[in-house]
C-alpha cells in the first residue's frame, strides 16, 4: 500500500502541471493550435485544388450545364475553327486581298499548290472525310491532327472547281454558288464565326440533293440543319456540325478517288 503522504505528494505535482497547462493556454490562445501557414496551404490544396480555388464540381452529384448558346462575345476556344492563314503563308486566306481565287498569282494559288500535295493519295483523303464525318471522336482521339477549317473550305473550293468539269458539283443549282459565295469572301467569313459556321450550313445543306447518293445521306443532311435552326447549339457542337456537312459533301462527291 502507497503511504498517505506519497499520495498526497502525487497530487499537488499532477495539480501543479494542470494550472500550468492552464496558464499556458490562456497566454497563447487559439495561437497554443496554430499551424504553419505552409501546413495551412497544403491541407486548402488537397481539398481545394489550390488556396484560392472554387472546391471542385465535376462529382457525378454535381447539375452538368449546357453549353453557351450562339452568339457569345467570349473568345473562341477553338484555334482550328478560327483561325484564317493556311499553311502558315502570309497573307492566305479566303479574306486576304492577295488571296486572288482562281487567278495564276497570289497566295490562293500557293496553297492550292500545296493543298493538291497534301492530299495526292487515296488513303489520305478516305481519312480526311473519315475524320470530317465523326469529327468529335476525331479530336477525342488525334487532338494534333486535325486540320483547320479554313484548309477544309480551300479543299472544298478546289473540289467544287474541279466538279464543274465532271458535274461532280451537282451542276445547274449544284454548289457552283457556293463557291462564287466562297471566293468572294461573303457568308462564311464573317467577324463572328458562329455566323459565318451558320451561314456555311445553311447553304451547304440547301444544295446537298444536286449530290446526295440516297435518301438516307439527304435525311441526315437536312437533320444537320434542322438543328441549327431548332436548337441552341453550343458554339464548337456548331464547329462540329459544319465539319460534318463538309464531309458529307466531299465524301458524295467521292473526293478520296477523284481528288483534286
Given at each position: 500500500m502507497i503511504p498517505s503522504s506519497s499520495m498526497t505528494s502525487l497530487r499537488h505535482q499532477q495539480l501543479f502541471y494542470l494550472v500550468l497547462l492552464l496558464l499556458s493556454l490562456a497566454t497563447k490562445g487559439t495561437d497554443a493550435f496554430y499551424f504553419p501557414r505552409s501546413a495551412r496551404l497544403k491541407q486548402s490544396k488537397s481539398t481545394t485544388g489550390g488556396p484560392n480555388q472554387i472546391p471542385n464540381s465535376s462529382s457525378s452529384n454535381?447539375?452538368?450545364?449546357?453549353?453557351?448558346?450562339?452568339?457569345?462575345?467570349?473568345?473562341?476556344?477553338?484555334?482550328?475553327?478560327?483561325?484564317?492563314?493556311?499553311?502558315?503563308?502570309?497573307?492566305?486566306?479566303?479574306?486576304?486581298?492577295?488571296?486572288?481565287?482562281?487567278?495564276?498569282?497570289?497566295?490562293?494559288?500557293?496553297?492550292?499548290a500545296i493543298c493538291r500535295r497534301r492530299w495526292d493519295t487515296k488513303s489520305d483523303r478516305q481519312g480526311l472525310v473519315e475524320s470530317l464525318l465523326?469529327?468529335?471522336?476525331?479530336?477525342?482521339?488525334?487532338?494534333?491532327?486535325?486540320?483547320?477549317?479554313?484548309?477544309?473550305?480551300?479543299?472544298?473550293?478546289?473540289?467544287?472547281?474541279?466538279?464543274?468539269?465532271?458535274?461532280?458539283?451537282?451542276?445547274?443549282?449544284?454548289?457552283?454558288?457556293?463557291?462564287?459565295?466562297?471566293?468572294?469572301?461573303?457568308?462564311?467569313?464573317?467577324?463572328?464565326?458562329?455566323?459565318?459556321?451558320?451561314?456555311?450550313?445553311?447553304?451547304?445543306?440547301?444544295?446537298?440533293?444536286?449530290?446526295?447518293?440516297?435518301?438516307?445521306?439527304?435525311?441526315?443532311?437536312?437533320?444537320?440543319?434542322n438543328d441549327v435552326r431548332g436548337k441552341h447549339a453550343g458554339k464548337e457542337e456548331l464547329f462540329m456540325m459544319r465539319r460534318k456537312c463538309a464531309g458529307m459533301v466531299l465524301d458524295a462527291m467521292y473526293f478520296a478517288v477523284n481528288g483534286l
Open positions: 454535381s447539375p452538368r450545364h449546357r453549353s453557351h448558346p450562339l452568339h457569345m462575345t467570349e473568345p473562341y476556344s477553338c484555334p482550328n475553327e478560327t483561325v484564317k492563314r493556311i499553311y502558315d503563308i502570309p497573307d492566305s486566306g479566303w479574306k486576304s486581298p492577295r488571296w486572288n481565287w482562281g487567278s495564276a498569282r497570289g497566295t490562293g494559288h500557293d496553297c492550292a465523326s469529327p468529335a471522336e476525331f479530336k477525342a482521339t488525334h487532338p494534333s491532327s486535325e486540320i483547320s477549317f479554313e484548309e477544309v473550305k480551300l479543299i472544298l473550293g478546289l473540289a467544287w472547281q474541279r466538279g464543274r468539269w465532271d458535274g461532280s458539283d451537282g451542276g445547274p443549282g449544284g454548289y457552283s454558288q457556293v463557291l462564287e459565295t466562297l471566293a468572294d469572301a461573303r457568308r462564311y467569313e464573317e467577324e463572328d464565326e458562329v455566323i459565318s459556321a451558320i451561314n456555311f450550313i445553311e447553304d451547304v445543306s440547301g444544295r446537298f440533293e444536286t449530290i446526295s447518293r440516297t435518301a438516307e445521306e439527304s435525311k441526315r443532311m437536312k437533320a444537320i440543319a
